[in-house]
Each structure stands twice: as structure tokens, then as C-alpha cells.
């Protein structure tokens, strides 16, 4: 069993790096973006970098996350386990580096979508940035979720546009080696996870994102055990036969617990 989550995305990879690993749908938005295992490890070491080198993170510091399911999130995630942090969704812990969206607006109900991802114990909570506003932060980067990674319309005060920003930095970046406070505890979780879950080696697994917010879930368990994903937002039941057989999905994940 894998201890260090850099190594565990590694070994996702590495049988083959064109594959697609992860999968995203958001069925509010008609948004699908298919990310090989080599592009998902691009974006990771994009956003590595971009800690290291415009946030001056170091191992064992602390990044604020308050995204929910998304293909981005995953390159945050993966991206700041990398560097050696620890990831938190409580607010009021003082953090270096916070990572929140914006203008992500449900279209059904017209309100500020609620799925803030807690990366750790995956709690649901409200996902705004006027509700992280007074979360202590260093650095303090906003997204967008947007279709084809556009950036955002209208920057928040205080933020900077992530896909802008991560856009410059290297494609490439040498893990923590020891990895971070989190990694051992993360990953004998995931370990757990995909063999409670049903998930094995080779699987395309199908999550419902408002299902399974927790990241242990949705992308540590299948990446432990090299599976790929279909995430899927706003999970449309009338597309979900025909996307179980067009993505040759081998785990259905839209019903479980």
C-alpha cells in the first residue's frame, strides 16, 4: 500500500500515461473534459509550482481548499499534496495559500451552490467566496470551473484568477519526497475506500459528485488502486445508461453510499 500520494498518482500513470484517468461531466452545463493521466499530471505539477515558487509554500504548510468535485479540484488537491502540504476546508485556520470558487452558480435553483469539499473528513458546507472572505490567508487564488478552463468574468477583490495563473508555470515538478503531514492517513483511507466501494485495478469508475463530495472517494480510492473516473456534476438520471456504456464504465457509483 502506497503511503505518499505523489507516488500513488504516479503509479496511476505510469501503465499507460495516454489512458484517460479522469473524466468530467456537469450535466448542468453540458461541460465534458477528458484529462490522460499525462494532462491531469501536467495540471498537478503546474500547481505545484505555482505553490512553490508565486506562494513561497514549503512542506508541511497549510492550503485552504473550498472547491467542490471538479476535474480542478483534482489538480489543486494533487497538486498541493505534492508540495508537501496539508489540505484543510475549515475556515478560520490561518493558511498559506486558499484556493475558493467563484461564480459557480447552481442554474436549477439559481442559488450559490453548497458542496465545499472538506479534503480531509469530506464535509458538505456552503461554497462561496463571500464565505471565505475572512478565512486568514497568504496567497488567495479563485476559480472559475468553467468550461474549457476559462477564466473567471470578474475576479474577486483580494484573488487571483488560478487558471491564469498556473497557465505559467513548469509543466514538470519533483514531489516532496517525504510527502506531506497527510499523505499515510490519506492513503490507507483510499486503500480502504476502493475495496469497500467495489473498485479494482483497470475499473472506470462512474462517481456522482453529489454522492461521494468526499476526495477520498471520488479520486484517492480509484487512483490507489490504478481505476480511472467519470465524475460526473449534476448527474442527469435520463443520460446515465447511455454514459455508463459510451465511457465503459465497469463501477456505478451514482447509487451507493
Not at 495540471?43 to 509554500?57: E, I, M, P, Q, R
Not at 516532496?176 to 492513503?187: H, I, R, S, T, V
Not at 461521494?212 to 449534476?234: F, I, K, N, Y
Request: hydrophobic content about 45%; some cysteine; aromatic content about 6%.
Amino acid at each position: 500500500m502506497a503511503d505518499n500520494i505523489a507516488r500513488m498518482l504516479a503509479a496511476a500513470i505510469a501503465p499507460d500515461p495516454a489512458r484517460p484517468l479522469l473524466t468530467w461531466y456537469d450535466d448542468a452545463t453540458g461541460d465534458r473534459t477528458e484529462l490522460s493521466g499525462a494532462t491531469l499530471d501536467n495540471w498537478v505539477a503546474k500547481t505545484a509550482n505555482l505553490l512553490v515558487d508565486s506562494a513561497g509554500l514549503a512542506p508541511g504548510d497549510l492550503v485552504g481548499v473550498s472547491l467542490p468535485p471538479h476535474w480542478q479540484s483534482a489538480a489543486v488537491l494533487l497538486g498541493s499534496w505534492s508540495a508537501g502540504a496539508e489540505v484543510t476546508a475549515v475556515p478560520g485556520t490561518p493558511v498559506e495559500v486558499l484556493f475558493a470558487a467563484a461564480d459557480r452558480i447552481d442554474p436549477v435553483a439559481g442559488e450559490p451552490a453548497t458542496n465545499q469539499i472538506d479534503a480531509v473528513a469530506g464535509s458538505p458546507a456552503t461554497n462561496q467566496i463571500d464565505a471565505v472572505a475572512g478565512w486568514p490567508a497568504g496567497e488567495r487564488y479563485a476559480l472559475a470551473l468553467a468550461p474549457l478552463a476559462a477564466p473567471l468574468r470578474t475576479v474577486p477583490a483580494g484573488f487571483t484568477d488560478y487558471v491564469v495563473e498556473v497557465r505559467g508555470h513548469g509543466d514538470h515538478f519533483t514531489p516532496y519526497p517525504a510527502g506531506g503531514p497527510q499523505d499515510a492517513e490519506l492513503c490507507a483511507r483510499a486503500t480502504e475506500r476502493a475495496s469497500a466501494l467495489g473498485i479494482a485495478t483497470g475499473d472506470r469508475v462512474l462517481v456522482d459528485a453529489a454522492r461521494h463530495p468526499d476526495p477520498v472517494d471520488w479520486l484517492l480510492a480509484p487512483l490507489a488502486v490504478g481505476a480511472s473516473v467519470v465524475l460526473c456534476g449534476h448527474l442527469d438520471p435520463a443520460r446515465l445508461a447511455d454514459r455508463l456504456a459510451t465511457e465503459r464504465v465497469t463501477v456505478d457509483l451514482s447509487r451507493a453510499g
